[in-house]
Each structure stands twice: as C-alpha cells, then as structure tokens.
C-alpha cells in the first residue's frame, strides 16, 4: 500500500525592525513546534526582499 501524504506551507517572517538572531529563533520554534505535530520539513525557501521564509512540510495522511 502506498502512503499517502498531507502537505503544509507556513510562511514566517521577521517582525519589524528585528535581527537576524529573533528570525532564526522564529524559525526554530516553528520547526519544533510542527515536529511535535509530526511534520516533517521538506524544504524551506527566503523570499530575499521581504526576508520572509517558506516553509514546505509533509505527513502521512
């Protein structure tokens, strides 16, 4: 049987006038708190203007 997946996108971005630091613990506590769900990351893309960040998840259906 093949397995079926669900797929997620959830974009984060940095809140105004933030550092680099505060969007990669941004991320981090995105990434931990969807793995605790069960997803699992797929792929992540910036948005180079915005520094906004993509990212692509997927779980078994």
């Known amino acids: 049987m093949k397995t079926k997946w669900v797929y997620k996108l959830e ?3 940095p809140p105004a006038f933030a550092r ?3 969007l990669d ?3 981090e506590e995105t990434l931990n708190r969807r793995g605790l769900d069960g997803w699992e990351l797929v792929n992540a893309l910036e948005t180079p203007l915005s520094g906004a ?3 692509y998840f997927k779980r078994p259906f």
């Open 53 to 55: 960040v993509s990212l």
């Open 25 to 27: 613990e941004l991320i």
């Open 11 to 13: 974009r984060v971005s």
């Open 20 to 22: 680099a630091q505060a």
